[in-house]
């Protein structure tokens, strides 16, 4: 079974910078794209960003402000959010599409994390 623990979330005024990091865990398994969702007060879960081993996908609204990044060894990604707004405010998911036999691309879901972002 493989599991995806975030870290990271927390309070932090406009303007300010948070850094979030997952790690996925568990046996015989490998990762083929990692990334995060956000889902704020009222609205639906929505992609922030998600990487793969060719490519990143940004929200356009995180564009140029957040930036996430994998660790391969260490099957982590972490996201890195600059210039923080009020409407960033979310709970924030860790997701992996995992290779797990007999699964060839398992999607995988963290518990969240909370990100407030409030002066």
């Known amino acids: 079974q493989v599991r995806l623990a975030e870290s990271g979330g927390g309070l932090v005024q406009p303007g300010g910078s948070l850094r979030l990091s997952c790690v996925a865990s568990?046996?015989?398994?490998?990762?083929?794209?990692m990334g995060w969702y956000r889902q704020g007060p009222g609205k639906e879960r929505e992609l922030v960003a998600m990487i793969s081993s060719t490519s990143t996908n940004y929200a356009d609204s995180v564009k140029g402000r957040f930036t996430v990044s994998r660790d391969n060894a260490k099957n982590t990604v972490t996201l890195q959010m600059n210039s923080l707004k009020p409407e960033d405010t979310a709970i924030y998911y860790c997701?992996?599409?995992?290779?797990?036999?007999?699964?060839?691309?398992?999607?995988?879901w963290g518990h969240g994390t909370l990100v407030t972002v409030s002066s």
């Open positions: 997701k992996a599409l995992v290779r797990a036999p007999p699964y060839r691309n398992l999607e995988i």
């Open positions: 568990g046996r015989d398994f490998s990762v083929n794209d």
